[in-house]
């Protein structure tokens, strides 16, 4: 199983912009979709975006279409997250997961293996 740990958290202001990474090691990563989620206090763990594990397919839901954009590279067995025109609303701990069907999907019961996270705030 793939273990995962995720960086680049961190104190923004509104309109910022973070880039986070997600290292992976103990698994073939390029045969593993990977996932980003995030958790709000007293909220569910919300779906951000997932890429498949050829890198072809994205999946962006309409609150970060736009500002959000996934990335990976399979040679250093990392994905980024990157994070433009960052709004409170945007603050929360953001996770990585790994998915070993490859799929880009949007449930996290889906997902094998997650990391510790990593906090987001962004500041009004």
């Known amino acids: 199983q793939v273990q995962l740990v995720e960086s680049g958290g961190g104190l923004v202001q509104a309109g910022g912009s973070l880039r986070l990474s997600c290292a992976a090691s103990?698994?073939?990563?390029?045969?593993?979709?990977m996932g980003w989620f995030r958790q709000a206090p007293g909220k569910e763990r919300e779906f951000v975006v997932a890429?498949?594990?050829?890198?072809?397919?994205?999946n962006y839901p309409g609150s970060v279409k736009g500002r959000f954009t996934i990335s990976r590279d399979n040679a250093k067995n990392t994905v980024y997250l990157q994070m433009n025109s960052l709004k409170p609303e945007d603050t929360a701990v953001y996770f990585c997961a790994a998915n070993r069907v490859g799929v880009a999907w949007s449930t996290p019961g889906r997902y094998d293996s997650w990391g510790q996270g990593t906090q987001v705030t962004v500041s009004s």
């Open positions: 103990g698994g073939t990563f390029s045969s593993y979709a």
């Open positions: 890429i498949s594990r050829n890198g072809e397919m994205t």
